[in-house]
């Protein structure tokens, strides 16, 4: 097998890491759009230490501070619009998942006055502004993935879009940032992150390279568990969550992620199941699948997580998140005939009908 292996992100781990590294912001320009959601990016502490070090480097900055969850089409060409105004050099992204993919589509509008349906067809013809990515929830890795997802209202789904530059110049991983994360959502995105790490394994786009990021991210992550089931996060489970994210997100940036992202986008879309918990609903059915076409992997997978067989796994996830929404068989063929459509399917073992993919759907959604 030939591939190759790209990471461009400057990542910089540890407590303080943004306010002792102000001088790399001001290498990035002289003007930064500072880009978050409602509030996590002031609550965590992130956005002070962000408006500390750039005060230290004189540096000037706005704050768009409007980016909702999951964000759509329409919010970030909000945030394009507000970039465009004010000219910035470079995008500091501060928050969860959709703050950083919001913040990736602003760097593409910010320099290309175009619609944003257009950023998935990359019909654009300059590259993104420069990005610098800080993570307050531990979950999606996009701090270092080249990925923007996006609600797209017109056909009732989330869509990604990806060029090599959205990878973003630095990312800063500081723990003390996701203190404050609330339960619920801490679990919830630490099994997206475990998400991206099983499903990158188990890609066919994996490599030496890849395995080695999703096997100590899933080592990391199996540390973890008694944390999560116990709903008891000490500032050194906060750090190692945050490192098995970004482990995830070294681990997609090369594999892409499969069958479960793409059947998790409805029950996001059409339930409003959070992001990390309806991959995890679905995950243990996938396993299940897979066992069948890439047994030694599967094995692997539950021996690094210290389990002895996929139900434990299935009783695991139950245990986080209690019973799963119910699907009716027309919901069942809807969202597996839709996410046949999409190119994780093509990344995913066992030669995936749709059949199989209404068959992981009706046992995972039926308790
Ligand atoms: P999120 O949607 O960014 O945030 C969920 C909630 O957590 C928000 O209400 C947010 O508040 C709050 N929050 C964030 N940090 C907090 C903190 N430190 N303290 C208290 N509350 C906090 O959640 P997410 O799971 O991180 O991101 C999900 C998104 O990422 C989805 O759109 C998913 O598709 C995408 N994703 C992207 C990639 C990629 O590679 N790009 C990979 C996987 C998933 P605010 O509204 O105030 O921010
Ligand atoms: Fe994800």
Redesign the pocket.
């Known amino acids: 097998m030939q591939y190759s292996f790209f990471m461009p992100t400057r990542v910089i781990h540890g407590e303080n890491s943004v306010l002792n590294n102000g001088e790399m912001l001001a290498k990035l320009g002289r003007k930064a759009l500072i880009v ?9 502490g ?1 956005l002070d230490d962000v408006v500390t070090a750039l005060g230290q480097v004189n540096v000037e900055y706005e704050v768009f ?1 409007q ?5 759509s089409l329409e919010n970030v060409m909000a945030g394009g619009e507000a970039a465009r105004r004010y000219r910035p050099d470079f995008i500091i992204a501060i ?7 919001g913040a ?1 589509a602003v760097a593409v509008l910010a320099v290309n006055a175009i619609s944003a349906t257009d950023l998935f067809t990359n019909s654009f013809s300059q590259p993104p502004l420069p990005i610098v990515a800080i ?8 701090e ?8 797209d209202p017109e056909n009732e789904t ?1 869509r ?1 879009f990806t060029v090599p530059e959205l990878f973003p110049t630095i990312a800063f991983l500081d723990y003390r ?6 339960e619920a ?1 801490t679990v ?2 630490a099994v ?1 992150a475990l ?2 790490l099983v499903e990158g394994y188990l890609s066919l786009r994996a490599s030496d390279t890849s395995d080695m990021f999703a096997q100590e991210g899933i080592r990391v992550w199996a540390e973890c568990i008694p944390a999560l089931v116990n709903r008891q996060f000490s500032p050194e489970v906060r750090d190692r969550l945050l490192v098995a994210s970004t482990l ?2 070294f681990t ?2 090369h594999t892409g ?1 499969t069958l479960v ?1 793409a059947l998790g ?1 409805s029950l ?1 879309y059409y339930h409003g199941v ?3 918990r309806a991959n995890g609903v679905l995950m243990g059915e996938y396993l299940r699948f897979t066992a069948d076409s890439a047994p030694e992997r599967v094995d692997s997978i539950l021996r690094l997580l210290q389990m002895d067989s996929v139900d434990s796994f299935v009783g695991l996830m139950h245990e986080l998140f209690g019973p799963a929404a119910v699907l009716s068989p027309e919901e069942i063929a809807h969202y597996s005939a839709k996410a046949m459509q999409t190119r994780n399917i093509s990344f995913s073992r066992g030669n995936v009908s749709q059949e199989d993919l209404a068959q992981i759907l009706a046992r995972s959604c039926r308790r």
């Open positions: 978050t959601g409602r509030s996590s990016a002031k609550l965590s992130a501070d980016i909702e969850n999951n964000p928050g969860g998942g959709s703050p950083l993919d990736k993570p307050t929830t531990a979950g999606t890795g996009s270092v993935t080249p990925y923007s997802i996006l609600t989330k990604s940032y996701t203190l404050g994360l609330p959502i919830d995105t997206d998400s991206h995830g997100g997609i940036s992620t992202h986008y996001t959070p992001h990390g």
